[in-house]
Protein backbone atom coordinates (compact mmCIF):
# COMPACT_ATOMS: atom_id res chain seq x y z
CA UNK A 1 0.00 0.00 0.00
CA UNK A 2 0.94 3.64 -0.84
CA UNK A 3 1.32 6.41 1.77
CA UNK A 4 -2.34 7.32 3.39
CA UNK A 5 -3.56 10.58 2.06
CA UNK A 6 -4.79 12.82 4.78
CA UNK A 7 -6.70 15.55 3.80
CA UNK A 8 -8.13 17.82 6.86
CA UNK A 9 -11.66 19.17 6.26
CA UNK A 10 -12.11 22.62 6.08
CA UNK A 11 -15.66 22.55 6.64
CA UNK A 12 -14.06 22.18 10.77
CA UNK A 13 -12.39 24.95 10.50
CA UNK A 14 -12.67 28.35 11.94
CA UNK A 15 -13.58 30.63 9.11
CA UNK A 16 -13.18 33.99 10.65
CA UNK A 17 -9.38 32.65 10.62
CA UNK A 18 -9.43 31.02 7.65
CA UNK A 19 -5.75 32.17 6.62
CA UNK A 20 -4.31 30.88 10.17
CA UNK A 21 -6.52 27.27 10.00
CA UNK A 22 -5.42 26.33 7.22
CA UNK A 23 -2.06 26.86 7.33
CA UNK A 24 -2.52 25.03 10.98
CA UNK A 25 -3.00 21.91 8.75
CA UNK A 26 -0.14 22.27 6.14
CA UNK A 27 0.97 19.30 7.37
CA UNK A 28 -1.90 17.17 5.70
CA UNK A 29 -1.75 15.61 1.81
CA UNK A 30 -5.13 17.48 0.65
CA UNK A 31 -7.31 19.74 1.65
CA UNK A 32 -11.10 18.42 1.67
CA UNK A 33 -13.72 21.04 0.58
CA UNK A 34 -17.09 20.50 1.48
CA UNK A 35 -19.72 22.22 -1.01
CA UNK A 36 -22.90 22.01 0.28
CA UNK A 37 -26.32 23.55 -1.50
CA UNK A 38 -28.90 23.14 1.29
CA UNK A 39 -31.40 20.85 -1.63
CA UNK A 40 -29.19 17.62 -1.95
CA UNK A 41 -28.28 17.96 1.98
CA UNK A 42 -30.30 19.83 4.40
CA UNK A 43 -26.95 21.75 5.16
CA UNK A 44 -25.50 25.04 3.19
CA UNK A 45 -21.69 25.73 2.98
CA UNK A 46 -19.94 28.11 0.68
CA UNK A 47 -19.15 28.19 -2.66
CA UNK A 48 -16.41 28.94 -5.32
CA UNK A 49 -15.38 32.13 -3.98
CA UNK A 50 -14.54 30.61 -0.72
CA UNK A 51 -13.01 27.59 -2.98
CA UNK A 52 -10.86 29.95 -4.92
CA UNK A 53 -9.44 31.72 -1.86
CA UNK A 54 -8.50 28.75 -0.02
CA UNK A 55 -6.57 27.86 -3.32
CA UNK A 56 -4.87 30.93 -2.80
CA UNK A 57 -3.63 30.29 0.70
CA UNK A 58 -2.15 27.00 0.15
CA UNK A 59 -0.26 24.49 -2.15
CA UNK A 60 -2.46 21.40 -0.83
CA UNK A 61 -4.28 19.68 -3.32
CA UNK A 62 -8.15 20.44 -3.37
CA UNK A 63 -10.30 17.64 -2.94
CA UNK A 64 -13.76 18.89 -3.50
CA UNK A 65 -16.70 17.28 -3.03
CA UNK A 66 -20.28 18.61 -4.71
CA UNK A 67 -23.19 17.90 -2.60
CA UNK A 68 -25.05 19.69 -4.74
CA UNK A 69 -28.14 18.95 -7.31
CA UNK A 70 -27.03 19.45 -10.43
CA UNK A 71 -23.31 19.26 -10.16
CA UNK A 72 -22.67 19.45 -14.20
CA UNK A 73 -23.58 22.74 -13.76
CA UNK A 74 -20.98 23.56 -11.46
CA UNK A 75 -17.58 21.42 -12.47
CA UNK A 76 -16.82 23.86 -14.68
CA UNK A 77 -16.72 27.06 -12.00
CA UNK A 78 -15.09 25.09 -9.51
CA UNK A 79 -12.12 23.93 -11.80
CA UNK A 80 -11.95 27.43 -12.43
CA UNK A 81 -11.53 27.68 -8.58
CA UNK A 82 -8.83 25.75 -8.46
CA UNK A 83 -10.39 22.19 -7.67
CA UNK A 84 -7.44 19.32 -8.18
CA UNK A 85 -10.03 16.61 -7.89
CA UNK A 86 -13.78 17.08 -8.17
CA UNK A 87 -16.08 14.63 -6.52
CA UNK A 88 -19.73 14.32 -7.38
CA UNK A 89 -22.57 12.40 -6.34
CA UNK A 90 -24.13 9.53 -8.08
CA UNK A 91 -27.14 10.27 -6.52
CA UNK A 92 -27.61 13.84 -7.98
CA UNK A 93 -27.21 12.61 -11.64
CA UNK A 94 -29.76 11.38 -13.88
CA UNK A 95 -28.61 7.76 -14.50
CA UNK A 96 -25.47 5.82 -15.10
CA UNK A 97 -24.48 7.29 -18.63
CA UNK A 98 -24.54 10.51 -17.37
CA UNK A 99 -22.23 10.39 -14.41
CA UNK A 100 -19.83 9.17 -16.90
CA UNK A 101 -20.38 12.12 -19.19
CA UNK A 102 -19.67 14.20 -16.24
CA UNK A 103 -16.72 12.43 -15.23
CA UNK A 104 -15.30 13.02 -18.91
CA UNK A 105 -16.57 16.41 -18.71
CA UNK A 106 -14.22 17.08 -15.22
CA UNK A 107 -10.98 15.05 -16.71
CA UNK A 108 -11.84 17.01 -19.87
CA UNK A 109 -11.27 20.01 -17.74
CA UNK A 110 -7.82 18.75 -16.45
CA UNK A 111 -9.18 17.73 -12.81
CA UNK A 112 -9.66 14.45 -11.08
CA UNK A 113 -12.91 13.24 -11.42
CA UNK A 114 -14.38 11.30 -8.81
CA UNK A 115 -17.63 9.78 -7.50
CA UNK A 116 -19.49 9.52 -4.06
CA UNK A 117 -22.07 7.28 -2.67
CA UNK A 118 -23.98 7.87 0.36
CA UNK A 119 -24.45 4.79 2.78
CA UNK A 120 -27.65 3.68 1.62
CA UNK A 121 -26.79 3.66 -1.64
CA UNK A 122 -24.90 -0.01 -3.14
CA UNK A 123 -21.32 0.24 -4.71
CA UNK A 124 -21.98 -3.16 -6.81
CA UNK A 125 -23.12 -1.15 -9.72
CA UNK A 126 -20.60 0.97 -10.34
CA UNK A 127 -17.98 -1.49 -9.83
CA UNK A 128 -17.70 -1.88 -13.68
CA UNK A 129 -17.02 1.71 -14.09
CA UNK A 130 -14.04 2.71 -12.37
CA UNK A 131 -11.74 2.99 -14.61
CA UNK A 132 -13.29 6.12 -15.49
CA UNK A 133 -13.02 7.77 -12.08
CA UNK A 134 -9.88 8.93 -10.35
CA UNK A 135 -11.32 8.53 -7.12
CA UNK A 136 -13.86 7.03 -5.33
CA UNK A 137 -15.32 8.88 -2.29
CA UNK A 138 -17.55 6.56 0.27
CA UNK A 139 -19.50 8.82 2.27
CA UNK A 140 -18.93 6.61 6.59
CA UNK A 141 -22.17 8.75 7.69
CA UNK A 142 -25.12 10.71 6.25
CA UNK A 143 -23.50 13.26 4.07
CA UNK A 144 -24.93 16.83 5.07
CA UNK A 145 -23.18 17.96 8.87
CA UNK A 146 -19.72 16.96 10.33
CA UNK A 147 -19.01 15.56 13.82
CA UNK A 148 -21.63 12.26 13.23
CA UNK A 149 -20.35 8.86 14.24
CA UNK A 150 -18.42 6.60 11.88
CA UNK A 151 -20.79 4.03 10.20
CA UNK A 152 -18.69 0.72 10.30
CA UNK A 153 -20.56 -1.12 7.65
CA UNK A 154 -19.36 1.03 5.11
CA UNK A 155 -15.96 -0.82 5.07
CA UNK A 156 -17.94 -3.49 2.98
CA UNK A 157 -18.31 -1.16 0.14
CA UNK A 158 -14.27 -0.25 0.78
CA UNK A 159 -13.54 -3.86 0.51
CA UNK A 160 -15.50 -4.41 -2.56
CA UNK A 161 -13.52 -1.23 -4.26
CA UNK A 162 -9.98 -2.27 -3.02
CA UNK A 163 -10.88 -5.99 -4.16
CA UNK A 164 -11.95 -5.06 -7.77
CA UNK A 165 -9.21 -2.32 -8.38
CA UNK A 166 -6.17 -4.62 -7.20
CA UNK A 167 -7.55 -6.82 -9.32
CA UNK A 168 -7.95 -4.60 -12.14
CA UNK A 169 -4.80 -3.11 -11.58
CA UNK A 170 -6.61 0.04 -11.91
CA UNK A 171 -4.88 3.00 -9.80
CA UNK A 172 -8.18 4.75 -8.63
CA UNK A 173 -8.05 6.04 -5.28
CA UNK A 174 -10.42 4.95 -2.12
CA UNK A 175 -11.32 8.06 0.20
CA UNK A 176 -13.70 8.13 3.40
CA UNK A 177 -15.06 10.20 4.41
CA UNK A 178 -17.31 10.57 7.90
CA UNK A 179 -16.68 10.02 11.78
CA UNK A 180 -12.21 9.30 10.46
CA UNK A 181 -10.52 9.72 14.02
CA UNK A 182 -7.70 8.16 15.49
CA UNK A 183 -10.30 5.40 16.73
CA UNK A 184 -11.43 4.66 13.89
CA UNK A 185 -8.82 5.47 10.68
CA UNK A 186 -6.92 1.70 10.95
CA UNK A 187 -10.23 0.26 10.34
CA UNK A 188 -10.15 2.03 7.43
CA UNK A 189 -6.82 1.32 6.37
CA UNK A 190 -6.84 -2.42 6.72
CA UNK A 191 -10.45 -2.41 4.91
CA UNK A 192 -8.30 -0.67 1.94
CA UNK A 193 -8.72 3.20 2.10
CA UNK A 194 -6.02 5.11 0.21
CA UNK A 195 -7.04 8.51 1.70
CA UNK A 196 -9.02 9.73 4.77
CA UNK A 197 -11.17 12.83 5.37
CA UNK A 198 -10.46 14.21 8.70
CA UNK A 199 -12.80 17.21 10.02
CA UNK A 200 -13.23 17.42 13.81
CA UNK A 201 -10.71 14.92 14.33
CA UNK A 202 -7.82 17.64 13.30
CA UNK A 203 -9.57 21.21 13.79
CA UNK A 204 -10.67 20.40 17.18
CA UNK A 205 -7.50 19.98 18.28
CA UNK A 206 -4.83 22.20 19.42
CA UNK A 207 -2.12 20.72 17.85
CA UNK A 208 -3.41 20.45 14.47
CA UNK A 209 0.16 18.82 13.06
CA UNK A 210 0.38 16.59 15.99
CA UNK A 211 -3.22 15.07 14.81
CA UNK A 212 -2.46 14.57 11.03
CA UNK A 213 0.86 12.94 12.11
CA UNK A 214 -1.35 10.48 14.66
CA UNK A 215 -3.62 9.62 11.96
CA UNK A 216 -1.18 9.23 9.05
CA UNK A 217 0.79 6.41 11.42
CA UNK A 218 -2.47 4.54 12.44
CA UNK A 219 -3.36 4.54 9.03
CA UNK A 220 0.33 3.35 7.50
CA UNK A 221 -0.41 -0.49 7.39
Same mark, same amino acid.
Given at each position: ??EP???????AA???Q??? !?? @?S????DW??V???????V??LSFG???T???D???AQE????????E?EKW????? %?A???????HV???A????A??? @??????L??R?G?SV????PIEP?LD?????DEVL???V?PG??G? %????E???K??????????RG????I !?????V???TI????E???? @???A????FK?D??A???AE?R?L @???
Open positions: MSIIAPSILDFALGT !EV @AVASGLHDIMDGHFPNPDVSTVGLTLDVHLMIEPVETYA %KGADCIIFEAVNEEALAL @ARKIRDGVAFKPGTWRLEHFVMSEFGQ %KFMPMLDVRALRSTIDELDTV !EIDGGSAERACAAGCD @AFVGSAVQDRAAVLE @ATL
